[in-house]
């Protein structure tokens, strides 16, 4: 295989600290990783370096363990303490989120000439949301365009994807393909934080990125 599972060893979750010491060194590893696993994510980048094609590369971010459909769980499980758990169990926000993806995914590929990366379709045991956080953020820098799921505002992962991509000057499109303003963005997100906070919901690193996003 191009790569060996021995990065799974990275199986501690990255602090918020960690995360960001990226955002405040340009998306630049922090000098306190250990070299092993930057070395293990750069061999990971190097598939992406395979890739010959004159099509365009485009990343596509989307929910995968929030977004609206987990928060619509949380609001749900809230109200009713004795819910059916086959039907509302944060499982299904997940398969909701990858199902939409993958629908949306397909569609581009068919109205669009261009390679779309789907990361739902990357499941590795043992990793936290933080662990994809950092493996995207460099892939998003190989990429022409990042599109942007509706509703992505409602999500921390998407949130921060778009913090990449702005830093890299990527050009950011909904998926309705129409080019994304940055002061809207910003609205939606403070909105988005005001809600979380009369929900009593933690929102830290949502705010610091949102406190980074008003400098761009």
């Not at 405040?24 to 370096?49: G, H």
């Not at 949306?104 to 956080?133: M, R």
């Not at 303003?181 to 934080?193: E, V």
Request: glycine share 2%; aromatic share 14%; with cysteine.
């Amino acid at each position: 295989t191009l790569v060996k599972p021995v990065y799974l060893i990275y199986i501690k979750r990255l602090s918020k600290k960690f995360i960001m010491s990226i955002i405040q060194s340009d998306i630049n590893f922090p000098l306190n990783c250990r070299q092993e696993i930057i070395k293990q994510i750069q061999d990971m980048e190097e598939i992406y370096n395979t890739i010959s094609s004159e099509k365009d590369l485009w990343y596509f971010s989307t929910p995968i363990t929030t977004g609206p459909k987990y928060y619509e769980w949380l609001e749900y499980r809230e109200k009713d303490k004795h819910h059916n758990e086959q039907n509302t169990t944060y499982q299904n926000v997940i398969d909701y989120n990858k199902k939409y993806a993958d629908i949306t995914v397909n569609s581009l590929i068919y109205n669009h000439d261009a390679i779309v990366i789907n990361p739902a379709k990357l499941d590795i045991k043992g990793w936290f949301t933080e662990d994809y956080l950092l493996f995207w953020s460099k892939i998003i820098g190989k990429c022409n365009k990042v599109i942007f799921a509706r509703n992505w505002t409602k999500s921390k992962g998407c949130i921060y994807e778009y913090y990449i991509a702005k830093k890299l000057n990527k050009q950011c499109l909904t998926e309705d393909m129409f080019y994304i303003d940055h002061n809207d963005s910003l609205f939606l997100i403070k909105n988005f934080l005001l809600l979380l906070k009369r929900k009593n919901l933690r929102n830290n690193f949502i705010q610091d990125l949102y406190n980074e996003l008003i400098k761009l």
